[in-house]
Nanobody, 114 residues
Framework: QVQLVGSGGGLVQAGGSLRLSCAASGNTFRINVIGWYRQAPGQQREWVAA???????NYADFVKGRFTISRGSAKNTVYLQMSSLKPEYTAVYYC????????WGQGTQVTVSS
């Protein structure tokens, strides 16, 4: 079992930045991939970015150059630095991880005003 706690969302103006955090606990040694999905109102959840246990990172095309995923000095914390935000990035952002099973954090709201 892995527990994930996502945080860092909020209200920001277009062009601004936010940093989301995801703190993992439990059997974290089993984590192969950890990252983020988002879900905008009335839309399906979509994948945003992920970092693999070896450090490789991957991004959805719509965030490349704007978002950066990284591990913190606290080994079990992952950050999503979001820059140059646009109103269409408004969504609930969920951190997730995969150990063979998939675990989800509770979601953090990001609202980008125009």
């Amino acid at each position: 079992q892995v527990q994930l706690v996502g945080s860092g969302g909020g209200l920001v103006q277009a062009g601004g930045s936010l940093r989301l955090s995801c703190a993992a606990s439990g059997n974290t040694f089993r984590i192969n991939v950890i990252g983020w999905y988002r879900q905008a109102p009335g839309q399906q959840r979509e994948w945003v970015a992920a970092i693999e246990s070896g450090g490789s990172t991957n991004y959805a095309d719509f965030v490349k150059g704007r978002f950066t995923i990284s591990r913190g000095s606290a080994k079990n914390t992952v950050y999503l630095q979001m820059s140059s935000l646009k109103p269409e990035y408004t969504a609930v952002y969920y951190c997730y991880c995969n150990t063979g099973s998939t675990y989800w954090g509770q979601g953090t709201q990001v609202t980008v005003s125009s």
